[in-house]
T-cell receptor, first 112, second 117 residues
């Protein structure tokens, strides 16, 4: 399936600080999805980006898709303890297989 | 609306024993997925069903793993015999599938945490 690199692997921030995770691919992506997994929980869909240069916002979360559609980022403004969890990017392979491949995730810890 | 249901939530078995996991997807979702998730890693696809047809099982270790989705609704994943390295969380997910005409968001169940001793 499609390969995506996600960085950083871990991030510790003080509550109120900002947080960003990045997802990179060596090939052009048709779209990219982001999921959040709380500790002990299961992945929950956040958003899908499709268009080149697309920017979408969900309250304090800002998602970007690069102009070349090879990278994406998730930025959280003024983190809260409820933001704790692992954030995964995920991409579908091209062709008929349509296999969703997840990045390795960024584990976010928010210190009160 | 109920989400994806999985059972059991936890399972502890000794190596070489068989184990089975059950999944009930969201009503109306044609596509069902089984994933394996190791600690600190993202989910890895084992098998994907479109209705009752397994359309992608390339990652399923067929010597010990088997799956079925009778009538295109519920699904079971079986391991026989289990090995120590099979300890992981087994996640089931579902999506609308081909009828949506696009790449779907996937809805995950709570998973089954398997420990093989």
């Amino acid at each position: 399936g499609q390969q995506v690199m996600q960085i950083p692997q871990y991030q510790h921030v003080q509550e109120g600080e900002d947080f960003t995770t990045y997802c990179n691919s060596s090939t052009t992506l048709s779209n990219i999805q982001w999921y959040k997994q709380r500790p002990g929980g299961h992945p929950v869909f956040l958003i899908q980006l499709v268009k080149s240069g697309e920017v979408k916002k969900q309250k304090r979360l800002t998602f970007q898709f690069g102009e070349a559609k090879k990278n994406s980022s998730l930025h959280i403004t003024a983190t809260q303890t409820t933001d704790v969890g692992t954030y995964f990017c995920a991409v579908y392979s091209s062709g008929s297989a349509r296999q969703l491949t997840f990045g390795s995730g960024t584990q976010l810890t928010v210190l009160p | 609306e109920a989400g994806v249901v999985q059972s059991p939530r936890y399972k502890i078995i000794e190596k070489k024993q068989p184990v089975a996991f059950w999944c009930n997807p969201i009503s109306g979702h044609n596509t069902l997925y089984w994933y394996l998730q190791n600690l600190g890693q993202g989910p890895e696809l084992l098998i994907r069903y479109e209705n009752e047809e397994a359309v992608d099982d390339s990652q399923l270790p067929k010597d010990r793993f088997s799956a079925e989705r009778l009538k295109g609704v519920d699904s079971t994943l079986k391991i026989q015999p289990a090995e120590l390295g099979d300890s992981a969380v087994y996640l089931c997910a579902s999506s609308l599938g081909r009828t949506s005409g696009r790449d779907d968001e996937q809805f995950f169940g709570p998973g089954t945490r398997l420990t093989v001793l």
